[in-house]
């Protein structure tokens, strides 16, 4: 069974940066798509960024090209160490959330937008990593 564990999520003032972390196991194949969702207080959880294993492909959510996250977020995987990362610059508190690392598998070519907005589902979750940041 695929098991996600989240870690890098504290306290931090607006400006700062984090590195979440999200170390995975139990991989059966290469076949897989990986990303980070978020959840903010009263809000409902939706997608950041995700990177397809079996090209390196990275997504972020369109959304995020249009507003103040453009170019703050950076995806990246350590495949060696079977880690994906989400580095978080110029941090706000409206970034403040629950971050999810998320992980659907067996599908080829799967679409990495389509994975961040539910079209395939989600396989497996972490636990989540809360961030908090003050103004």
Known sequence: EVQLVESGGGLVQAGGSLRLSCAA???TSDDYIIGWFRQ???KEREGVSCIRNSD???YYEDSYYEDSMKGRFTISSDNANNTVYLQMNSLKPED???YYCATTVGIDGIWGLGF???YYG???WGKGTLVTVSS
């Open 96 to 98: 403040t959330a629950v």
């Open 25 to 27: 196991s139990g991989f």
């Open 56 to 58: 390196g492909r990275t």
């Open 122 to 124: 989600v396989d497996y």
């Open 40 to 42: 903010a207080p009263g």
């Open 116 to 118: 961040l907005r539910g």
